[in-house]
């Protein structure tokens, strides 16, 4: 089976020379998700709000590819500062409620546009 292309309508437009996701037979492979308003492309304050716009961004990307949060098996969190992990793991819980997926958090030196977070996802439906 080829691989699809999704692009998803309600998910900011991608900022580099990428795919929003990839279906590989079932399973998904996400682009990181920022923060970013999808109308407007701004990211909105702070490093709270940029998580939860990013984890709707990425409800997005699940969404147009026929799948949802409960069909994610593994995340990659990038955090401009490890000292935020409290405060988005609170956020991070409000979409991942039972049988968290698998998940890897790290710091990075910096992420595009300036961002405090971004969130990538492979989902298996």
Excluded: W
């Excluded at 990181?32 to 716009?53: K, S």
């Excluded at 955090?79 to 409290?86: E, I, K, P």
């Excluded at 609170?90 to 979409?95: D, L, M």
């Amino acid at each position: 089976m080829a691989n699809q292309v999704i692009t998803a309508k309600n998910a900011p437009a991608a900022v580099g020379p990428y795919s929003h996701a990839v279906l590989a037979d079932n399973t998904l492979y996400t682009s990181g998700q920022l923060g970013l308003d999808p109308a407007t492309g701004a990211l909105p304050e702070g490093v709270c709000a940029q998580a939860e716009a990013a984890l709707k961004n990425l409800g997005a990307v699940l969404a147009a590819a026929g799948m949802d949060y409960c069909d994610v098996v593994k995340t990659t969190v990038f955090l401009a500062d490890m000292d935020d992990f409290a405060a988005i793991n609170a956020i991070y819980a409000g979409y991942f409620k039972a049988d968290c997926p698998a998940r890897s958090c790290v710091q990075v030196a910096a992420l595009p546009k300036g961002a405090l977070f971004e969130i990538e996802a492979i989902a298996v439906k």
